[in-house]
C-alpha cells in the first residue's frame, strides 16, 4: 500500500498525558498536512509542512501541540498535557506540491480519546 | 480567508433517486474546489475537483458538480443513486493564486441510502 499511513490509529489517554501521533505520506510528496476532525464538523487545518519547514499553523494549534518534519519524510504530532477537548480524530495528508495542484492524499486518522 | 458552506447535514434518499448536494464558498478571488467522500469505515478521498476549464466536472462513480461561478457554488450530482453511496460528502476549497493555499472543508453531509 502507497498511500499515506498513520500511527496509531486509536489511541485512549488520560487527561493531562503526553501523546504523539505518527504519519507517513506517500514517498515523494513534499507537503505534509495535519488536521483535526471532531463529530460533526469537516476537517479543520492544523498545520503545513513543505518539506522539513513548517510554513503555516492554525490558531487551533495550542502551545501544548507540536509538529515536526525533521527529515521532511514522515511526521509526528504531539500533544502535551491532554484535555478532554483534544478527543478527536487527527488526520494527516499529503501532496505533491506541484503548481496549481492543491489535490490532498488522506490517511485514515488517529482517533484520540482522552478520558 | 475562504469559507464553506454545506446546506444539507443529513440527506436520506431512496435507490435510484436523484441526488443534488449544495455548495457555496465564500472568497474574492479565482479557487479550486474539490468534492471528497468518506465511506463507512474508510478514510477521506476524493471525489472530483475543479481547478479551471469546463465548468462541469466528472468525477468517479458517476458523479459530476458544476461551478457556478457567480452563485459561487460548486453543487454536486448524480442522476441515480446507489446503496453504496452511502457515505459522507464534503466540499472544499482553495484560493487558487500559485504556491501553497490552505484548503477550507465544509462540515459535510451525510448521505443514507435505502435499498
Known amino acids: 500500500d502507497t498511500g499515506v499511513s498513520q500511527d496509531p490509529r486509536h489511541k485512549i489517554t488520560k487527561r493531562g498525558q503526553n501523546v504523539t501521533f505518527r504519519c507517513d505520506p506517500i514517498?515523494?510528496?513534499?507537503?505534509l498536512y495535519w488536521y483535526r476532525q471532531t463529530l460533526g464538523q469537516g476537517p479543520e487545518f492544523l498545520t503545513y509542512?513543505?518539506?522539513?519547514?513548517?510554513?503555516?499553523k492554525s490558531r487551533l494549534l495550542s502551545d501544548r501541540f507540536s509538529a515536526e518534519r525533521p527529515k521532511g519524510s514522515f511526521s509526528t504530532l504531539e500533544i502535551q498535557r491532554t484535555e478532554q477537548g483534544d478527543s478527536a480524530m487527527y488526520l494527516c495528508?499529503?501532496?505533491?506540491?506541484?503548481?496549481?495542484?492543491?489535490?490532498?492524499?488522506f490517511g485514515p486518522g488517529t482517533r484520540l480519546t482522552v478520558l | 480567508a475562504q469559507s464553506v458552506s454545506q446546506h444539507n447535514h443529513h440527506v436520506i434518499l431512496s435507490e435510484a433517486a436523484s441526488l443534488e448536494l449544495g455548495c457555496n464558498y465564500s472568497?474574492?478571488?479565482?479557487?479550486?474546489l474539490f468534492w471528497y467522500v468518506q465511506y463507512p469505515g474508510q478514510h477521506l478521498q476524493l471525489l472530483l475537483k475543479?481547478?479551471?476549464?469546463?465548468?462541469l466536472v466528472k468525477g468517479i462513480k458517476g458523479f459530476e458538480a458544476e461551478f457556478i461561478k457567480s452563485k459561487f457554488s460548486f453543487n454536486l450530482r448524480k442522476p441515480s443513486v446507489q446503496w453504496s453511496d452511502t457515505a459522507e460528502y464534503f466540499c472544499?476549497?482553495?484560493?487558487?493564486?500559485?504556491?501553497?493555499?490552505?484548503?477550507?472543508f465544509g462540515i459535510g453531509t451525510k448521505l443514507q441510502v435505502i435499498p
Open positions: 495528508a499529503s501532496s505533491p506540491g506541484l503548481v496549481g495542484s492543491n489535490e490532498q492524499f
Open positions: 514517498s515523494e510528496h513534499n507537503r
Open positions: 509542512f513543505q518539506n522539513e519547514a513548517q510554513l503555516e
Open positions: 472568497y474574492g478571488g479565482t479557487v479550486n
Open positions: 475543479y481547478f479551471s476549464g469546463d465548468p
Open positions: 472544499a476549497v482553495t484560493p487558487n493564486s500559485g504556491g501553497y493555499q490552505k484548503v477550507t
